[in-house]
């Protein structure tokens, strides 16, 4: 058996990664795969001051991706640039020219994946993208194959690390959600602009892209319910574990009889569960399946080797198939067209709820709340209220019995008009379908 | 694209799982695929009182395996009778016959997995084996194909839930291993000759077949050193909490610059990691990766429907393999040909050590086992005594400073002769590698 050819196209974080691993580790991959995987041409803006491995005089280095894509020798095109723009031109130039794309790319593969994905198909070829959602941790490989048998009903995840980091430094150490996000900017675990990250647009992508996988079902990441991290307070948490429960920015993406119900949202879980116990920057998936029930995974969500991990291990893959002549002819996308998961109004979700409020004292308040709760037929399950000093503003809790979404925000926005109210509710479920 | 067709040879519970699924799941299987998978003939001992799905009458019902694997229209054999005998010659005769096989057999790829894999290679078909380890987690497909592009250089696992579910209800209802074993019996969940499970055998075949697979190395059941849990008491679990622990039947697989260090026993686990929350008659896997770092895998150890999924997702792969005419050319075992992952003897393990005696009082005890320990160059961590009544033997416990297993067992020998001891101390590592 002769080699497959690599060409890899944006050489930061995890192009480096993946080029570090495709060197260092290229005997076990070769013993692994019965053939060597070799890196023909590499692209990047610029060369300057980049730690590259050694490789080959003959390797192609330059900052034009059109020259990877057209290099004879590249069988396989790895898009590891990001964003929607080049990286979309790119992939599409290398499937139409018969080249297998692997890549990274969470925001293009969850706007436009079953679209490329045709593409690719059309030309015999194939779009890898392992390393799109949590990084180090193998999901594709299992939805795909590892438990291709069953049926799956929910997926619960926590899918972004720079919030879960953030709200396990609340956690931990007491401090407003301001400092904690400028202490993890510092450490390099949040960007200078963090608003993809804590307001929950990279998990909402990276859910996209595991429910349209999961539940063969064509989505876009605006079908999905989205809320970030910012109201968060301290003090929530102590409510949390009075309750407890821990709060983490969940993914959810539940099968109904009507449909899927998907979010991105703060919601507390249950301090026993599995998934209350992923701190940090890392990434963990709870997948409830119809017959092999209950299973779960977890690892680095980022970081240019696990993401690297994810990207050669993808090449290994297509490397075989163009080996051995055997694309996948089924896409992964969409291969359900009766509809029976066309996502639902987040509406129509139902859960516990956790109320917090942050209010002026005055008398009536808990009765006028209860009130509200009571004519939109929401029954009260308990209310918190810790001894708290140095408050202006009082924070305490109601919890409620499951109801829908649709009454908890119209109580909700009714309570917003009360005049003791400093700000409107934060309202998060308590999920405990896992 | 037409059909594949699939002979079960089988029905008890992972067979008739695989075959409500096959049925149940149609669909879902087919839309997945692009072609169905159909079942063309199904062996049993006997098919009284069987609570199959509805079939085609054109399926074959036989008490004779040959006749499964003679059928024309049968494909992939799924071997799902266990042990080692006829299990043995029905996949070897299927493999020459041109067959792929699917198996959940545990004990025989431990056995003979890499020879059979080699019959399976040199007639061109495949063997799969997803269900032999770990019911409902899918580890094979995380090792062969999610995480291919990473070095493995440890795996930790609870790989049998029976076990763990007896030391989860010593810990949690503080009862002697005899009565736990015995309501775990009355439950279903031990079986009449508990020996395989509680004396670590069956945890041992699985890390066989896992750490062959993770390292690339032919391995066999006697490269493994393992003890079971029989000797774990109710207090052993409160000394264990004292020291911020729990107690797992423990699978270990670590590379080490001289070779592989392999271990199923009972040890200590920190009650802070994931590994620790594992409970019941769950498995869960923890692998460290070179390159990706730390991945964790949890489900179903065991059961009809979740051992059923790794059968059916092995028999879509390999339909997906007849269909495209692509088998993997290079053996999932031994693929490494430089034997650095040798077996070494567990005297070379090094950890902390949890050490607990039953001793008749007298005075000089410590001293005396502390002699000892000073003379294997042992350094003593903590000295912990509970104060218990009713106790006529006083059990407590010493921990160590890192220690080899060698002069562990040396100083465990030596005390072993002492007069005070009412049975052998009993040491347990105290693992910190995830």
């Known amino acids: 058996l002769t080699e497959v050819g690599i060409g890899i196209v944006g050489l930061g974080n995890v192009g480096t990664g993946t080029l570090d691993i495709l060197v260092e580790n290229a005997r076990q991959i070769e013993e692994k795969l019965g053939f060597p995987l070799r890196v023909k041409a590499i692209c990047a803006r610029t060369f300057d001051k980049k730690q590259l491995p050694e490789l080959p005089a003959s390797v192609v280095r330059t900052t034009e991706w059109k020259e990877v894509v057209a290099h004879p020798e590249v069988d396989i095109v790895v898009e590891v640039i990001g964003g929607i723009g080049v990286a979309a031109h790119l992939i599409e130039a290398a499937l139409r020219a018969g080249k297998s794309v692997v890549t990274a790319n969470k925001e293009l593969i969850a706007a436009r994946g079953a679209q490329l994905w045709s593409v690719a198909n059309r030309a015999g070829v194939n779009l890898a993208m392992e390393a799109s959602v949590a990084g180090g941790i193998p999901i594709h490989a299992v939805l795909r194959e590892g438990i291709a048998g069953d049926r799956v009903i929910g997926l619960y995840g926590i899918l972004n690390g720079t919030s879960n980091f953030i709200l396990t430094e609340i956690e931990k150490s007491n401090s407003a959600f301001e400092a904690v996000l400028a202490e993890a900017q510092r450490l390099g675990y949040a960007e200078a602009d963090p608003t993809a990250d804590v307001d929950g647009l990279d998990a909402r992508s990276k859910l996209c892209i595991l429910a349209a996988l999961a539940f063969g079902e064509k989505l876009t990441p605006t079908d ?40 991105v949202r703060p919601s507390l879980i249950p301090q026993s569960t599995i998934l209350a116990n992923v701190s940090g920057a890392y990434n963990a998936i709870w997948v409830k399946g119809a017959y092999g029930e209950d299973t779960f995974y977890y690892g680095r969500g980022a970081g240019p080797r696990p993401t690297g991990v994810a990207v050669v291990s993808d090449l290994m893959r297509v490397a075989r198939e163009i080996r051995f002549g055997s694309p996948e002819r089924v896409s992964p996308f969409a291969h359900d067209r009766l509809g029976e998961y066309r996502p639902l109004p987040i509406t129509r ?19 006028a709340l209860a009130g509200i709760l009571a004519k939109h ?17 009082l924070p305490f809790v109601i919890t409620t019995e499951p109801a ?12 917003t008009g009360s005049d003791f109210l400093t700000e409107p509710p934060l309202a998060m479920p308590m999920e405990r379908g896992f």
């Not at 399950?381 to 708290?388: K, R």
């Not at 829908?404 to 309570?415: D, F, G, L, N, W």
Request: hydrophobic fraction near 40%; proline fraction near 5%; aromatic fraction near 10%.
């Open 404 to 415: 829908t979404e649709e009454a908890i925000r119209s109580a909700v926005s009714e309570m």
């Open 377 to 393: 037929k929401i029954s009260l399950d308990a209310v918190l209220q810790l001894p708290l000093e140095n408050w202006r503003d």
């Open 349 to 367: 979700y139902q859960s516990a709820y956790y109320l917090r409020f942050r209010v002026e004292d005055k008398p009536g308040i808990i009765a």
């Open 224 to 263: 999905i319910y989205s809320e970030g991290i910012r109201r968060i307070l301290p003090v929530d948490f102590r409510y949390a574990h009075q309750l407890k429960h821990t709060i983490r920015l969940l993914c959810s993406a539940q099968q109904t009889p009507d449909g899927l119900l998907l979010s």
